[in-house]
């Protein structure tokens, strides 16, 4: 066992530690005495890991990575720079690259796939085999869905949630507490009006409803409207969205999975 010294972790939390060496002899990075590395993970000499971080075998940690009180499941692999939260669980075989920034609480599923620069809110979920790209932010406990694909330098809203093999493009804007589900339709349309929102339509069993700015909620399409006759009626605002509401209703995808989703209705249900 290597001999212990003290060590100041984050500048601030002072704890015994140890300059754990590497399978192949080599040194490797220092580590709170408290922590469970298992014996075949590879830690670079410059990354840190926190007292009561538990590592599985085969782990492989970069240089200026930093582990917090975390678990890090078998075979994953955290690239330079990357740091993970206190609390938080990286599953197996999941893949964290540089300079991501995982959230204290946050869950990363196994074979999960986080790209270089992204962020993972406090509390986030990100569920099996999913993919978020480069420059992504996934918001505070927001949920994303077991192989579902967020693209490059999109950002999820707080509390939203992403359905299970769910695909979401590149730069999109996905407002908070959204719901698409695996089967759902759904369109993110701006900047739109004077206040460069970003709308989410979503077309689900319930009918068509919209997310519209930071967070105000869910409305169906004549509430939606009744909303912008009373705060802006007049004025080129209200034209600007109910020219999309326009261009939503028209879009032929939406119409079809509509037309879908009430021929699978059951007879004496509303349809969707």
């Given amino acids: 066992m290597p001999e212990s010294f003290r060590h100041r972790f984050g500048g601030f939390h002072e704890a015994d530690a140890v300059r754990r060496p590497n399978p ?17 993970a590879y830690l670079d000499a410059r990354a840190t890991v926190w007292p009561g971080a538990v590592i599985g075998a085969d782990v ?6 930093c582990l917090g009180e975390a ?4 075979g994953a692999r955290i690239r330079s720079g990357a740091v993970v939260g ?3 669980g990286i599953g197996e075989k999941a893949e964290i690259e540089a300079r991501v920034r995982i959230g204290d609480r946050a869950r990363i599923g196994d074979d999960a796939t986080v790209r270089n620069d992204a962020d993972i809110g406090t509390g986030a979920t990100i569920g099996s085999s999913a993919y978020i790209g480069v420059d992504a932010r996934i918001g505070v406990r927001a949920r994303i869905g077991s192989r579902a694909f967020i693209g490059d330098g999109t950002t999820i809203g707080w509390q939203a949630m992403i359905g299970s093999d769910v695909r979401i493009g590149d730069h999109c804007r996905i407002d908070h507490r959204v719901r698409i589900g695996a089967t759902d339709w759904f369109l993110v349309v701006g900047p739109w009006g004077k ?10 069993k319930a ?10 909620g869910r409305f169906d399409t004549p509430t939606l409207k009744a909303l912008l006759a009373r705060d802006h009626g007049g004025t080129d605002h209200e034209a600007d969205c109910l020219h999309v509401i326009r261009m939503v ?24």
Avoid: M, Y
């Fill in 86 to 88: 206190f609390c938080a």
């Fill in 71 to 74: 678990v890090i499941g078998d």
């Fill in 195 to 204: 206040g460069s929102s970003w709308a989410t339509a979503v077309q689900s």
């Fill in 207 to 216: 009918g068509l409803h919209w997310w519209i700015g930071a967070g105000a």
């Fill in 60 to 65: 492989i940690v970069n240089e200026e990575a």
């Fill in 249 to 272: 209703e028209d879009h032929p995808g939406r119409i079809q999975h509509a037309a879908r989703g009430a021929a699978k209705a059951p007879k004496g249900t509303p349809g969707t």
């Fill in 24 to 40: 192949d002899g080599s040194p490797g990075a220092i580590v709170g005495c408290s922590a469970r590395v298992h014996p075949t």
